[in-house]
């Protein structure tokens, strides 16, 4: 069989991400993250063969459905026009269907968008509409997931503190992010330490904000890297898989979904000791404390160890294995974009054009996306160098 | 290009409300079907792709559950489109087509019994200037019935007859919903739901789902004897804005049809993703049929599960395929309103 | 901090009109945001399993299924074992007591809630299930709750029974030494 296309990644473009976008119409919204990639691609919409959009909840917006409907802002009229829907992991797996049919040679260059527009509707409800029949949710997400975290600090033994760090050093990284939601340049240790105690162990100040934004890439095939203006970043592997969410024998404190996930990634860009081959990592940690949950299941730690990396300052942004150099979900999050804004910041990095927070020498990065409770994972690898 | 092929189809038998199962119930016996009518078990899937709406089911991420009917443990590649099934089986099969599997489970589901289905849908319109005025889906159906029968492309009459020639070859489909023998004269006389629009041009409101086993080369060879190849496939959207299309027109399903190749050849079969009356004349313009044996199933007329009858018009033409009674055939699905996105596939069998 | 990208020129079109200069808006301020009621009305339907589960808990019994491949015990069951795709139809009758895995204490009011915060949202193993529920935690605490704790359900009382998850209003401490919280490590 012949080789598949190579992809590369020729344009990013990102909203400035905020609580209330009152400025842009919906439409608007996604426009101003399109229209920023195709100007970073040196492209224009007619240079655009299909459009792949992803977003989680259509109760976010009040919307059914709405790609339809976007397919006229978007310049998608009389073009193949996807919607994917993976939960939280969405953003990730549509850069992969989109990043997909470049590969097998279906389209040359293709536009795709994650985004959502959190303030259309209370997010609280959007995300647990009573269902009679079905045991409530007990406090949103967090009350979800900050179980599985102290089950984490349990079996680690990682000092209580470690998720301050990684909040510390995520929102202080958003400084340097001209896009990023929250700018507290104010924020230190002990702001943090001493924010309310939403569900304990999180922190208010170590919880993800809700957020309006869109981010946009455009994906071409080997020629169209060659030929891009700008340094290209190109995919070097990327991959999705999914677990039930309940299910004996699942470990949501590192779900095998995530480990096989990285393994198969890895195995397609060729890296064996991910530690020292990856210069920098966006990962999806909307709690403080996934930082050193997933660096343990992305095999740069091993088992109990994870911690340790953010407690060293490895994972700063001047530190041997940065990551969220942006600032991370932990200052922006736009559900439906997220994943995507990991694998677009991932690019911006190996490309150089991530600005302040761009990691020196940056070849090789990893962007991570997860969703549902803890059983969607999604993630790539990308280059500076061809594959 | 690899060859990919559908060789398994299944679906539910359609009903207008299955109050005794929730979704993963509804669609796991599907699934099991389709799996074991060519032998394989869930670790033999290389992809799995599904289609639903949140909307239908009236829950944020309803698809989560519904996972369960595949049961993915260990951990298996696995994406999801809020899309009708066709565009997880177009997904699955770019997957296909990278080499990153050789077989795939695709399947789609909707119960639309929980809500008021047009009421439900017209929350799919431009949320500024149509949503506040909760036009509902068979409104704006009408809207483009009346543009049909006023532009003298189509009448009343011939409207009711695609109705009753539906709806009597539906009685040979084991799974439809709405079948037997009706009589034009009588259609006629009933009143209408909104005019143009009486209640036999419409589509039933349906739960049900379908799935499909998609596999490549020598795989779809070794699986069945006649695999059901998909020589073309491809999809395109229309403008939203209703006032800005000319109703009586689907420029996408043209081109869509255009791209899959369909004019390469004679057609034996075609199943047209048409859930008003009205839609299968446009849509027979703008796919070139030529005497084509249209909706045996009795199409979306006879049973239209949301998010599944698209995907059901590519099984119901991979099963003629399948079964040899088809060497051709053009399965179409839709989306949006007034047929505003549209899928156009050309399946073939060997020799 | 660097800047945000300057729109491009000729792909972006933002009217620059001073509306204050055309009389006929001139006082007319910008729309911001249209506020659109939307009220969709939903009649759900639980299905099979999640239906004998139901029955059972309006007479206080807690019913578990027995996935037909691994023969664990899952709870609530929802008609299909989710790691073998096949449908569960053996019900287990499970005890009224269980053991706390992991925990968080919940310090955030939200709409619904049923008790005062802070209060403790666990997962509890319970006896005959090898799958945990997230429950509440009375009767303690918070600050005294911990992984092994042994707990038992708290009832609505009998006149209110009904086919509702809401019939176990909390778990309280049962008074039953701890379980050794290594032989629950693999229950989360």
Redesign the interface.
């Known amino acids: ?1 012949a080789r ?1 296309e190579r992809v590369a990644v020729v344009g990013v ?1 990102q909203t ?1 991400y905020a609580a209330t976008r ?2 842009v ?2 439409p608007g919204l996604l ?2 993250a399109v ?2 990639a ?3 691609a040196g492209m ?1 919409m007619g240079d655009i063969d299909a459009v792949v959009l992803g977003k ?4 976010f ?12 802002a978007l310049g ?12 939280g992991s969405v953003g990730g ?1 549509t850069a ?2 989109a990043a ?2 470049v ?4 389209h040359r260059r293709v536009l795709t968008v994650g985004w959502q527009m959190q303030s259309c509707s209370e997010a ?1 409800w ?15 997400a ?2 979800y997931f ?6 984490y600090m ?2 680690s033994e990682a000092p209580d503190d470690i998720g301050i760090l990684v909040a510390l050093k995520d929102r202080r990284n958003a ?5 990023a939601h929250l700018h507290e340049p104010d924020i230190s240790y002990d702001s943090i330490k001493e924010s ?7 922190r208010y100040a170590e919880t993800c904000p809700s957020s309006d934004g869109a981010i946009a890439m455009v994906l071409t095939d080997e020629a169209g890297g060659d030929a891009a203006a700008r340094p290209p970043a190109w995919v070097h592997g990327m ?15 590192s ?3 995530g480990r ?2 990285a393994a198969d990634v890895y195995a397609q860009a060729g890296i064996t000791d991910p530690r020292e081959q990856l210069d920098v990592v966006e990962m999806y940690v909307p709690f403080s404390w996934y930082e050193p949950m997933w660096l343990e299941n992305l095999g740069f730690a091993e088992v109990g160890d994870g911690w340790k990396l953010t407690e060293k300052g490895v994972t700063a942004l001047d530190g041997d294995l940065p990551v969220n150099p942006s600032g991370g979900v932990l200052s922006s999050n736009p559900i439906g974009a997220s994943g995507m804004i990991r694998f677009g910041e991932a690019a911006l990095q190996v490309r150089g054009q991530a ?2 927070h761009q990691v020196d020498g940056a070849r090789l990065a990893l962007g991570h996306a997860y969703g ?2 803890a ?2 994972f999604a993630m790539w690898v990308v280059g500076a160098d061809k594959p | ?2 060859d990919v092929a559908i060789v398994s189809f299944a679906q539910t038998v359609h009903s207008r409300r299955r109050q005794d199962v929730n979704e993963v119930e509804l669609i796991q016996p599907v699934i099991q079907e389709a799996k074991e009518r060519v032998g394989l078990d869930r670790h033999d899937i290389g992809f ?1 792709c599904s289609g639903s ?3 239908l089911a ?4 309803s ?3 519904t ?2 009917a595949v ?13 009708d099934g066709a ?1 997880a089986l ?2 699955a099969w ?2 296909i ?3 990153a599997a050789d077989t795939a489970l695709v399947y789609g589901y909707g119960k639309s019994s929980p809500g008021d289905l047009p009421r ?2 017209s ?6 200037y149509f ?1 506040p005025l909760w036009l509902d889906s068979v409104s704006v159906a009408a809207l483009q019935a009346r543009a049909m029968i006023d532009s003298g492309k189509l009448t009343q009459r011939q409207m009711a007859e695609t109705a009753a020639r539906s709806r009597a070859a539906a009685k040979a489909n084991p799974f439809a919903q709405v079948k037997g023998d009706f009589d034009v004269e009588a259609i006629l006389a009933e009143d209408c739901l909104a005019d143009p629009l009486r209640r036999h041009d419409c589509p039933p409101v349906s739960d049900g789902g379908a799935a499909v086993v998609l596999a490549a080369d020598d795989t779809a060879r070794r699986l069945v004897e006649r695999p059901a190849w998909i020589r073309g496939i ?8 209703l006032g800005a299309r000319d109703l009586t027109r689907a ?2 399903a043209a ?1 869509a049809a255009h791209e899959a190749g369909v004019s390469g050849g004679k057609v034996d079969v075609a199943e047209l993703h048409a859930p008003f009356t009205h839609q299968e004349a446009i849509l027979r313009a703008e796919i070139p049929l030529d005497g084509a044996e249209v909706n045996p199933s009795g199409g979306a007329l006879a049973a239209n599960p949301m998010m599944a009858a698209g995907l059901i018009r590519l099984g119901e033409v991979a099963r003629r395929i399948i079964d040899g009674s088809a060497d051709r055939g053009v399965a179409h699905a839709t ?3 007034c047929l ?2 549209n899928l156009v596939a050309v399946l073939e069998g060997d020799g | ?5 300057e ?2 020129e000729g ?2 079109y933002q009217p620059d009109v001073d509306t204050s200069q055309i009389p006929a808006i001139a006082g007319v301020e910008a729309v ?2 249209i506020r ?1 009621p ?1 009220r969709v009305e939903y009649l ?1 339907t ?1 299905g099979r399993a ?1 239906t004998r589960f ?1 029955r059972a808990l309006a007479e206080k019994r807690i019913m578990g299924e027995r ?1 037909p491949v ?1 023969g ?1 015990v ?1 709870v ?1 069951p929802r008609g299909v074992s ?2 073998v795709g096949l449908p569960t139809e053996e019900q287990v009758e499970l005890g009224h007591r269980g053991t706390v ?8 009011a ?1 709409t ?2 049923v008790t005062e915060t ?1 209060f403790v ?3 509890v193993l319970i006896d005959g299930a ?2 945990t ?2 429950g ?1 935690i009375q009767g303690i605490p ?1 600050a005294d709750v911990r ?1 092994g704790m042994r707990v038992e359900a708290v009832w609505v009382p009998d006149d209110e029974l009904s086919t ?2 809401e019939n176990i209003r909390w778990w309280r401490p049962s008074g039953e030494p701890d379980v050794d ?1 290594d032989t629950i ?2 229950y ?1």
């Open positions: 069989m598949n473009g400035k009152g400025d119409s919906l426009r101003e229209f920023r195709l100007d970073d224009a989680a909840p259509d109760f917006e009040g919307l059914m459905m709405p790609e339809p409907y976007l397919a006229d998608a009229v009389g073009k193949p026009l996807l919607r994917v829907h993976t939960a797996s992969i269907v997909g049919l590969e097998a040679r279906v609280m959007a995300l647990s509409l009573p269902m009679p029949f079905q045991q409530q949710l007990v406090a949103g967090g009350g900050a179980p599985f975290i102290r089950a349990q079996r400084l340097k992010n001209p896009y309310l105690m939403l569900w304990d162990p999180i991959a999705f898989r999914s677990e039930p969410v309940m299910a004996v024998g699942r470990d949501e404190v779900p095998l979904a096989q996930c600005g302040e549902g409770g059983q969607f | 290009m690899r799995t709406s949140d909307y009236g829950q944020a991420f698809f989560v559950m996972l369960d049961g993915p443990w260990p951990p298996i590649s696995e994406s999801h489109v809020e899309m565009w177009y997904e770019v997957k087509q990278t080499g439900v849908l929350r799919q319109l431009d949320p500024y949503g491809d999809h395109r959207v229309d403008s939203h804005n420029p996408s081109l989306a949006g309103h505003q996105q | 901090m660097s800047e945000i990208a729109l491009p792909l972006w911001r945001s659109v939307a759900y639980p999640p139901l996935c691994t664990k899952y609530p989710p790691v895995t992991t925990f968080c204490v919940v310090d955030i939200f619904g809630q802070p949202s666990a997962l090898d799958i529920l997230h509440l918070p992984p509702s998850f919280p490590r693999e989360l």
